[in-house]
C-alpha cells in the first residue's frame, strides 16, 4: 500500500537515545580501552579469525585480510601482528650477513647469526683490518721480504681471539680461512713486488682487504631490545628491490668493492622468521610489474627462499645469471586487500591465493545497537585524546552517529570505514575553534560547509533549471510527461538531480521505442528496464494481446547517455499519462526500478536523489505539491537533510513509499488505478480501463487503416487489370 512518511520515518535522528554523558572526555576515566580495542569491538568475528591465522607456524598458512579501505583494516591488523609478534611463541630473532666467499669469488657467503652478533661481527672484523693494515708494515724488511714467522704467529693469535669474542660455530669456517688468505696474498705480493723493486708500496690493498668485512644485512638488535618476539615488517612500497633485495650498482668507492659488500637485504629478509605486511594494491599497481611482482612472490611462498638479484641488469642475465644463490626464509605473509583486487588478482593468477588459507574478512557496516554506538562514542573518545582534539558533546557524537548511518545509507547499521569519521571529527574541530568542547551545532555547520564545497556542478545544473535552459516543471499537471531523478557521481561530490522524461503513444505495431537507445545512448542495465516495463504492459492487457501501440520514450535533454533502471517506473507513468491522456502532477518526482510483476525494486542513491530534487523545488518555488515517490524498499536507507525532514513536518514537501507501479500512478493521476478481472479487462472509470480502451480505439484504428489500405490497393489492381 502507498505510505505517505512521517518526518521520523525519514532519519534515525529520532531513534538515537540521548548519551548518558556530558562529554566523549567522560568516558575516558570510565574505560581502559585503547583506540585499537574500540576498533576490535565492532569487528570481533575478524579480530577472531586473523588472531588464529597468526598464532599457525606452519610454512604456507599466509594470511588473507579483505575489507573496504577506510575500515580501519590495516591499522588494526599492524596492530594484531605486534601484538601477536610480543606474546606468541618465542622465535629466535637472528641477524643476517654476506660475508666473502673464498671459494667462490665474487660470490657472497650467507649466514643467519643470533640477534646482535651480526652487528658485533662487523665491528669486530673492521678492528681486525685496522690491525691487520698496521702490523702488515711491520712484517716486510727493508729489502721488501715479508717475515711469514711473525705475520703466521700474530694471524693465528687474532683468529684465535676473534673465535673467542664470537663463539659461533657457523663463523668458524670463515675464520679459519683468515690465515691462509692472508698469507697467500703476502706471497703474491712479495713476489711482484721483489720483481718491481717497489718496497711496501702497494702492501695495502683495499680491494682485498675488503673481503674481511662483513656485510649485515638484517640487524635485529632493535626488536632484540624492545622484547619482540618476532620481527614485524610493513612494506608500503614495494617492488622488486624493496622486497626481494638488490645489488646496488658499482659507482664511486664502491666500484672497488667485492659484489657481496654491494649486496642490499629487501623487507622479506627483514621480516625472516616473523611477519611481512603487504598490499595487494600496490603490487598489482606497480606500472609494468605488477604481474611480475607476484609470479616472484608466488615463488617465494611456494619454495620459500629467495635470491637478491642485480635488477637493473636482470633482463640481460637471464636464467642462471645469480651468482649470490638462494637463501631460504621463512615469513608469513599477511596480505591487505579491497575485495575487489582480491577477485580480480584471482581471475589473473588464480593459484596465488593457495597460500593463503586463511581469509579474514572486515565488515563494511554492523548492526546499529546500543553497545556499538557506545562502542563508536569511546573510539571518539580515545581519538581526541590521541589528536589533542577538544572533546565532542553527546548531541555532537550523535550527529557524529547520524552520519556513519548515513555513509552507509541505512537506519538499522553504522558505517565502519572510520576514515571518515576521523575526517569529519577534524573539520568540527576547526569549525569549533577556540571552543572547550565541539557541540552538534559545530558538527553540522561542518557537515554544511563540506556540501557546499562538493556543490559546484549541482549548482550548475540548478542555475540552468531556474534560467529556463534545461525545462524542468515543478508546478502544475502535464500529459505524458514526469521528473526522473539522476544520480550523479563525480570525484567526491555526489548528488540528485531530476530530468525530464516524456512519452508520446499512437496506433501501430512497433510497441515501445527507447529513443536513447536507438540513438546507442543508453546502457544495457536501462535496456533491460524497458524491456520489462513493455512486459508488463502487455502483460497487463493481455486480452488485447498483440497492442496495436506504438510509443515513444526519452530522456528530454540528457546528451551523456543514460544507465541504470532506476528510472523505469518513471518512464512507465509517462507512458500510461500519454496513453490515458490522464495529466501528472509536475511537482512529484519518481524513482524506482520495475519488475514484471509490477513490484517496485530499491535503489541506489535515494537520499542524493531526494535531497537534490527538494533545493531544485526551494529554488522554483515550494507550494506543499511537490515530493518525490520512491519503492517502500528503499524507506529503511532514508537518512535525509535536516531541511528536508523540517520542510516535510511543516507540510511543504512530501515523500510517498509505494509497493506497486499503480499504487505511484493512482496517486500522480488522482485516478484510481484499477482491477485487473478474470477475463483480462479492467472495468469502470479507472486508469487501466481508460488505457485499455485506448489500446483498443488503437486497433480499431489500425484494422481501419489497414481495410482503407486494402480497399485502395484492390482498386489499384482492378484498374490495373
Known amino acids: 500500500m502507498m505510505q505517505v512518511l512521517s518526518p521520523e520515518e525519514m532519519t534515525v535522528s529520532y531513534k538515537l537515545s ?10 575516558l576515566d570510565a574505560s581502559e580501552l585503547s583506540l585499537t580495542d574500540y576498533g576490535w569491538k565492532l569487528q570481533p568475528e575478524a579480530q577472531k579469525t586473523l588472531m588464529m591465522g597468526l598464532s599457525l607456524q606452519q610454512d604456507g598458512c599466509n594470511v588473507l585480510v579483505l575489507g573496504t579501505p577506510g575500515s580501519g583494516r590495516a591499522g588494526l591488523t599492524l596492530a594484531a601482528m605486534k601484538a601477536s609478534a610480543m606474546t606468541g611463541i618465542d622465535t629466535t630473532l637472528t641477524d643476517l650477513v654476506a660475508l666473502y666467499d673464498f671459494s667462490q669469488q665474487s660470490c657472497a657467503n650467507y649466514i643467519k647469526l643470533p640477534a646482535g652478533l ?7 672484523m673492521e678492528s681486525f683490518i685496522k690491525s691487520l693494515v698496521a702490523e702488515m708494515q711491520q712484517w716486510v724488511d727493508a729489502n721488501g721480504q715479508v717475515n711469514f714467522s711473525q705475520a703466521e704467529t700474530w694471524l693465528e693469535e687474532r683468529v684465535d681471539g676473534l673465535r673467542s669474542q664470537l663463539s659461533s660455530a657457523k663463523l668458524s669456517p670463515f675464520f679459519n680461512l683468515i690465515k691462509p688468505e692472508v698469507l697467500g696474498y703476502l706471497q703474491a705480493w712479495q713476489q711482484v713486488g721483489s720483481e718491481g723493486d717497489s718496497g711496501t708500496d702497494g702492501l695495502v690493498n683495499d680491494g682485498f682487504l675488503s673481503r674481511f668485512r662483513v656485510n649485515l644485512l638484517v640487524d635485529q638488535r632493535a626488536n632484540l631490545t624492545s622484547g619482540i618476539k618476532q620481527p614485524v615488517v610493513e612494506d608500503k612500497d614495494p617492488g622488486f628491490a624493496a622486497l626481494f633485495g638488490m645489488l646496488e650498482t658499482a659507482a664511486g668507492e664502491s666500484a672497488q668493492w667485492p659484489e657481496f659488500l654491494r649486496l642490499r637485504a629487501g623487507s622479506v629478509h627483514q621480516a625472516d622468521g616473523g611477519m611481512l605486511l603487504l598490499h595487494l594494491r600496490d603490487l598489482m599497481q606497480d606500472e609494468g610489474n605488477g604481474s611480475a611482482l607476484l609470479e616472484k612472490l608466488y615463488r617465494l611462498m611456494r619454495n620459500r627462499e629467495v635470491q637478491i638479484e642485480d635488477w637493473a641488469n636482470h633482463a640481460q642475465q ?7 644463490g638462494a637463501l631460504p626464509v621463512h615469513v608469513k605473509i599477511v596480505m591487505i586487500a579491497s575485495r575487489e583486487d582480491y577477485y580480480d588478482c584471482l581471475e589473473a593468477q588464480p593459484d596465488f591465493f593457495d597460500f593463503f588459507p586463511v581469509k579474514v574478512e572486515f565488515e563494511d557496516r554492523v548492526a546499529a545497537t546500543l553497545d556499538n554506538y557506545a562502542w563508536v562514542a569511546g573510539y571518539i573518545a580515545r581519538k581526541c585524546q590521541q589528536q589533542v582534539m577538544p572533546h565532542f558533546t553527546s548531541a555532537a557524537v550523535n550527529v557524529l552517529l547520524q552520519f556513519m548511518h548515513r555513509l552507509e545509507e541505512d537506519q538499522g547499521r553504522i558505517s565502519t570505514r572510520f576514515v571518515h569519521l576521523d575526517q569529519l571529527m577534524h573539520e568540527s574541530a576547526a569549525v569549533a575553534a577556540e571552543a572547550r568542547l565541539v557541540t552538534d551545532a559545530h558538527v553540522k555547520q561542518a557537515l554544511s560547509a563540506r556540501l557546499l564545497r562538493q556543490q559546484f556542478f549541482e549548482t550548475q545544473i540548478r542555475d ?3 534560467d529556463n535552459e534545461l525545462l524542468i516543471q515543478v508546478h502544475g499537471s502535464v500529459v505524458g510527461q514526469v521528473n526522473g531523478l539522476t544520480h550523479i557521481e563525480l570525484g567526491d561530490a555526489s548528488f540528485g538531480s531530476p530530468i525530464r522524461i516524456t512519452a508520446r503513444c499512437y496506433p501501430g505495431r512497433s510497441g515501445v521505442i527507447n529513443i536513447d537507445r536507438e540513438v546507442n545512448m543508453s546502457g544495457p542495465t536501462h535496456d533491460k528496464g524497458i524491456y520489462i516495463l513493455q512486459n508488463w504492459l502487455s502483460a497487463s492487457f493481455w486480452a488485447l494481446a498483440p497492442l496495436s501501440l506504438n510509443a515513444s520514450l526519452v530522456f528530454e535533454q540528457e546528451y551523456n547517455g543514460v544507465e541504470g533502471d532506476s528510472a523505469s517506473c518513471a518512464e512507465l507513468f509517462a507512458l500510461l499519462s500519454a496513453l490515458t491522456g490522464l495529466p501528472i502532477k509536475q511537482g ?6 520495475l519488475n514484471q510483476f509490477g513490484e517496485v525494486m530499491p535503489i541506489g542513491g535515494v537520499n542524493e536523489k531526494i535531497e537534490g530534487y527538494f533545493r531544485v523545488c526551494q529554488a522554483l518555488g515550494l507550494n506543499g505539491e511537490q515530493g518525490v515517490i520512491i519503492p517502500k524498499r528503499n524507506q529503511r536507507h532514508l537518512l535525509l537533510d535536516e531541511t528536508v525532514v523540517t520542510a516535510v513536518n511543516n507540510g511543504m514537501f512530501k515523500i510517498i513509499a509505494i509497493d506497486h507501479v ?6 500522480l493521476t488522482d485516478c484510481e488505478a484499477g482491477v485487473q478481472e478474470a477475463d483480462g479487462t479492467y472495468q469502470g472509470d479507472t486508469l487501466m480501463a481508460r488505457a485499455q480502451a485506448a489500446l483498443a480505439s488503437y486497433r480499431q484504428t489500425l484494422e481501419r487503416n489497414q481495410a482503407r489500405m486494402a480497399y485502395i490497393q484492390q482498386q489499384q489492381d482492378h484498374q490495373h487489370f
Open 588 to 593: 512529484m518526482a519518481v524513482t524506482g526500478a
Open 464 to 466: 540552468s533549471i531556474i
Open 118 to 124: 651480526g652487528a658485533q661481527l662487523r665491528t669486530v
Open 18 to 27: 540521548p548519551m548518558s554523558f556530558e562529554s566523549t572526555a567522560d568516558l
Open 662 to 667: 499503480l499504487e505511484g500512478i493512482a496517486h
Open 318 to 324: 637471464g636464467a642462471g645469471g645469480n651468482r649470490h
